[in-house]
């Protein structure tokens, strides 16, 4: 039914930016929560932002003031902007999606932050 389509990461130096996008095709539907997941060193997998259908945000504490998510709901797609990145910021970025009691998840972009 719905796949999700992941672009957007890369290799930044410190203090850069990227933008990360997430588009849901194949079948059109009512997404209720959008974000991304990552993996923190020692620790099991984050919430690093999400954004409901209503605008609602919720950011990671390590993000906060740095990133940002919004959406295109009648794309179905969902927008990070991530700006002054950090090497800790370095991991595999996943999108997931929410439809009610159902989870979609993107193939996951690799974010590389070094000098």
């Known amino acids: 039914q719905v796949q999700l389509v992941e672009s957007g990461g890369g290799l930044v130096q410190p203090g850069g930016s990227l933008r990360l996008s997430c588009a849901a095709s194949g079948t059109d539907f009512r997404i209720d929560r959008m974000g991304w997941f990552r993996q923190v060193p020692g620790k099991q997998v984050e919430l690093v932002a999400s954004i409901t259908r209503g605008g609602y945000t919720n950011y990671a504490d390590s993000v906060k003031g740095r990133f940002t998510i919004y959406r295109d709901n009648a794309k179905n797609t969902a927008y990070l902007q991530m700006n002054s990145l950090k090497p800790e910021d370095t991991d595999v970025y996943y999108c997931?999606?929410?439809?009610?009691?159902?989870?979609?998840w993107g193939q996951g972009t690799q974010v590389t932050v070094s000098s």
């Open positions: 997931n999606f929410v439809s009610g009691s159902k989870d979609y």
